[in-house]
């Protein structure tokens, strides 16, 4: 299935989305896509198969995310700990991701032509050469864009986020390319995988679990968080829907918390700069790379 649908809304869900628009609408959703081996157990089918429809379900999400005017989304496709699965199911799951990338690839004039920025954040260097490449031409092929972004989270954890960007700080400190005061909350939020985007207003967990699994541990500290039980693959419009509502009730509260946060110093902001753009440079080195 490709990345970018076509709207198919019933008359009822056109109705039902102009009416939830009248509220506050969230402007960055995150997704822990949780559930798609117990749907392929569930369903008598292989696990394989449960995510590819986990990954059915992700297209069709996008699609009602545009439809309700959210521009940013975050999705959780594979973790740092789910190297740990058994080799079969990894490498299957590394075969989709070489599919879906290359099919994304494939979808260029749909990218250009809807504005979709695609962002990849992980720990790239943990993934089969052959695939960080893929990643890489499909983030620099629509880095330009700017109408909706779709961050995937892949071979990522807070951690490993939080680790790297401690890291990059402290070289800055060590070159002496910032000095101690220059370290503050918004350096660092900066220096994260998701330094270029805000942070979620709703993060939504399916299949039961509550728990956040590592994921945007630091981005999630003012969101509102929504946990249903239904399985990824049958996440429907209306549980996306509710999800909706729910923030709708939070956010009298959860604006309220968050704060404009202190300006960061020039050499900060420079700083940032530079860190961005030598990760794009490390991707372009990636992309020109012949495997
Ligand atoms: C969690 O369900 C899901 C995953 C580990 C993989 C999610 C991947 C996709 C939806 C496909 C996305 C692919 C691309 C290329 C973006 P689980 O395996 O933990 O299921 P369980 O909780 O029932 O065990
Ligand atoms: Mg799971």
């Known amino acids: 299935m490709s990345w970018i649908r076509e709207s198919s809304l019933s008359w009822l869900q056109s109705f039902c989305i102009k009416v939830i628009k009248c509220g506050p609408m969230p402007k960055h959703i995150a997704f822990i896509m949780d559930g798609n081996r117990r749907f392929a157990q569930k369903n008598h089918i292989k696990k394989i198969d449960g995510h590819t429809k986990g990954f059915d379900k992700l297209a069709e999400t996008l699609q009602w995310c545009l439809d309700l005017g959210v521009p940013e989304v975050t999705v959780y496709a594979f973790s740092i700990e789910n190297f740990k699965r058994s080799a079969e199911e990894v490498d299957a799951l590394m075969q989709l991701a070489r599919e879906k990338f290359q099919r994304l690839l494939s979808e260029k004039d749909k990218l ?3 504005g979709v920025c695609i962002r990849v954040i992980g720990n790239l260097s943990l993934l089969p050469p052959d695939v960080h490449k893929l990643i890489a031409d499909a983030v620099i092929m629509t880095r330009d864009n700017s109408k909706a ?3 995937v989270a892949f071979s990522y954890t807070a951690r490993d986020e939080i ?4 890291r990059t700080v402290a070289s800055g400190v060590g070159s002496k390319a910032l000095s101690l005061d220059d370290v503050d909350e918004a350096l660092i939020s900066g220096c994260l995988y998701t330094g270029c985007s805000p942070d979620p207003d709703l993060l939504i967990r399916t299949s039961g679990e509550v728990r956040f699994s590592d994921f945007l541990l630091w981005q999630i500290c003012c969101s509102c968080i929504y946990f249903t039980d239904v399985l990824w693959p049958d996440f429907s419009f ?8 729910y923030y709708q009730r939070c956010h009298a509260q959860l604006s309220g918390l968050v704060g404009a946060g202190r300006p960061c110093s020039p050499r900060a902001v ?3 700069e530079h860190v961005r753009g030598e ?6 080195e990636v992309s020109r790379a012949s495997l």
């Open 112 to 114: 250009m032509e809807h």
């Open 149 to 151: 972004f779709l961050n």
């Open 163 to 166: 680790t790297a960007a401690v």
């Open 238 to 245: 209306w549980h996306m829907l509710a999800a909706v509502l």
């Open 270 to 272: 420079l700083f940032r």
């Open 279 to 284: 990760r794009v440079s490390a991707l372009e």
